[in-house]
């Protein structure tokens, strides 16, 4: 799609985040144009110096009029500084906002969204992105604005003093703005595609570095070294693309803007030698300063306008996600109290991939209080119900009820509220062992954080560790061992005291006394609520009230572990036998 010069509509949006501050607005707007009084006053009070006191060498009106150019020069500065400074804070209250209204955005998506989109992505749309938003103001709108009001008040200047001379600069000026409008043009079009390298960069590294165990794990060094390098030479190219056009674009103007001064001095200075009345030395030498101050800022606004080009291309890939409208239905009007925990499935069908579900119309009941398992191989379709119970996805068809009520009849936030879950790959913040458990709620203490731990058996491994619950586990809770992060997350749950309770895989892949642990904290947790434990290890759910059998999104058994066992050539049957043959 070919990228527009100038979209005044995505302009005008990006004005609205000022009406907060619509009072600093108008202020940088007042100074922008002051500064350009200022600034054009200069030239024209040299002109009056040379024609009016030096060359009758009034030396009381010199030094009067140095004076008065200084006092000018002292309210340029002025009007420069509250400017800048302004202009600055105003991009930066701006994007608070924006990136604030972003991120509160981001966490309402359901999961298919970040399933589709890489997480490099969000960030630079989050960060780098959000900041080059700001330069719109800091380097490009009121930039742009004061540059063209100073050049406005330039001409108004420079026709009043000699109007015949000036002519000869605006001739010139009709070449220097066609170029620029090509300029301006190209470098959209570098800019889009210094994004998109940018934030394809971004994807490529985060993913890596999250990753890097499995890199070195299977010797993928040289190839990521060589796949980064392609990426980064196409992040090269794009900035060369800009660079390029720089570097062709301000020597243009500035042989323009000197010839166009070379002409106006030849000129000027043949009709005073022929003693001409067309002009004076007071403008020859003023017109110096005016030619600059007319064709610099015209050669800047082009840079101006790349700046705000850049950041209209951000603002444009930040409000596509603030657009996208991909979050969970939160229309019900329902608070979930603390539930009884009866769980119905009725004829529930989901898919991940339209017309490949997933879940194939399945019906389950789980009583309140009652503990049961789920189990079967992987892709039966386990942890989908966990999605499905928490809402993380919408499904497809026929509906789930917690207490006889409809889940989408609870407000998300309570429903979420009322279930907890261990998952069986643990996050953990880089944060402390207490804020990883409490999440920063302030109405759990320290001290039910305690209690919590020596019910459930892990204070003791807590309180070995340096700084106790105070010790900082880094990114992803890397100082941990896999079943400490395990524990970490029982407790994070049993906390929060849910009604539900749901274990997913939550006792693999650990040692075994991180599981003798978890089997207490286990047996403490899913005490007088409703759990369901998802398993591969059988042995740690035979003593659930109801163990469900699932094969390719059907439950194809349900019943107690010594039910399904007395069915001859059952599918738990042949699982539970599988599985402590290869243990035996």
Do not use: C
């Not at 060359?55 to 010199?62: E, F, I, N, P, V």
């Not at 500065?77 to 400017?83: G, P």
């Not at 989908?384 to 928490?390: A, E, F, K, P, Y």
């Not at 005291?497 to 899913?526: G, H």
């Amino acid at each position: 799609m070919k990228a527009k010069a100038f979209d005044t509509g995505l302009f005008k949006r990006i004005l609205k985040y000022t009406k907060p501050y619509k009072w600093r607005y108008y202020g940088v707007i007042v100074f922008a144009v002051s500064l350009s009084v200022f600034a054009a006053l200069r030239p024209y009070l040299l002109k009056q110096t040379v024609d009016g006191y030096i060359k009758t060498h009034d030396k009381y009106g010199l030094l009067m009029y140095i004076i008065l150019m200084g006092i000018v020069l002292l309210m340029e500065v002025f009007s420069q500084f509250y400017f800048v400074f302004w202009a600055n804070w105003l991009g930066q209250d701006i994007v608070k906002d924006i990136r604030n209204k972003l991120f509160k955005h981001i966490l309402s998506f359901r999961m298919k969204y970040f399933d589709l989109v890489p997480v490099g992505q969000l960030v630079t749309r989050s960060v780098s992105d959000i900041e080059s938003i700001a330069r719109i103001f800091s380097q490009g709108l009121f930039m742009i604005i004061s540059d063209m009001m100073k050049m406005l008040v330039v001409l108004i200047f420079m026709f009043y003093m000699n109007w015949k001379l000036t002519w000869i600069v605006i001739v010139a000026m009709p070449i220097l703005v066609y170029i620029t409008r090509i300029f301006q043009r190209k470098m959209q079009v570098a800019f889009e595609e210094v994004r998109t390298q940018i934030a394809n960069m971004n994807s490529f590294v985060q993913e890596r570095v999250t990753g890097m165990k499995i890199v070195q794990l299977f010797n993928r060094e040289k190839i990521e070294a060589e796949n980064f390098k392609n990426i980064n030479d196409k992040h090269r190219v794009a900035w060369i693309k800009t660079i390029l056009y720089n570097s062709i674009f301000f020597p243009i103007a500035d042989i323009i803007s000197s010839i166009t001064l070379g002409l106006v001095v030849v000129f000027g200075g043949f009709k005073i030698l022929n003693g001409d009345n067309f002009t004076t030395f007071g403008d020859l030498f003023s017109y110096t300063m005016f030619i600059g101050m007319l064709f610099n800022p015209l050669r800047q606004i082009a840079d101006k306008f790349n700046e705000m080009q850049l950041g209209m291309i951000a603002a444009n890939r930040v409000f596509d996600i603030i657009d996208t409208q991909d979050h969970i239905q939160d229309t019900g009007t329902l608070e979930a109290p603390v539930f009884q925990g009866s769980i119905e499935f009725k004829d529930v069908r989901f898919s991940y991939i339209p017309e490949e579900e997933v879940i194939k119309g399945i019906d389950l009941s789980v009583a309140s209080g009652q503990t049961i398992a789920i189990v079967g191989s992987t892709g039966a379709g386990k942890s989908t119900i966990i999605n499905l119970l928490n809402r993380f996805y919408e499904i497809n068809n026929g509906t789930i009820f917690i207490d006889g009520h409809n889940i989408e009849n609870y407000t998300l936030a309570s429903l979420r509220k009322q279930i907890a879950v261990v998952l069986q790959d643990v996050f953990l913040f880089a944060d402390t062992i207490y804020n990883n458990i409490t999440l920063h709620n302030p109405q759990i203490t320290r001290n039910q954080v305690i209690d919590a731990a020596k019910k459930i058996g892990v204070h003791g491994f807590i309180m070995n560790l340096p700084d106790n619950y105070d010790f900082d586990v880094k990114e992803r809770g890397v100082m941990l061992s896999s079943g400490q992060r395990q524990l970490i997350a029982f407790l994070r749950s049993y906390v929060s005291n849910p009604s539900i309770l749901i274990l997913d895989e939550a006792t693999s892949s650990i040692d075994t006394y991180s599981e003798e642990l978890i089997q207490r904290a286990t047996e403490t947790i899913t005490k007088g609520r409703t759990s369901i434990v998802i398993a591969h290890r059988l042995a740690t759910i035979v003593n659930a009230d109801k163990i469900v059998v699932m094969d390719k999104g059907l439950i194809v058994e349900q019943g107690t572990h010594q039910e399904l066992l007395a069915k001859t050539d059952g599918y738990y049957k042949n699982l539970y036998d599988s599985q402590f043959s290869v243990a035996n």
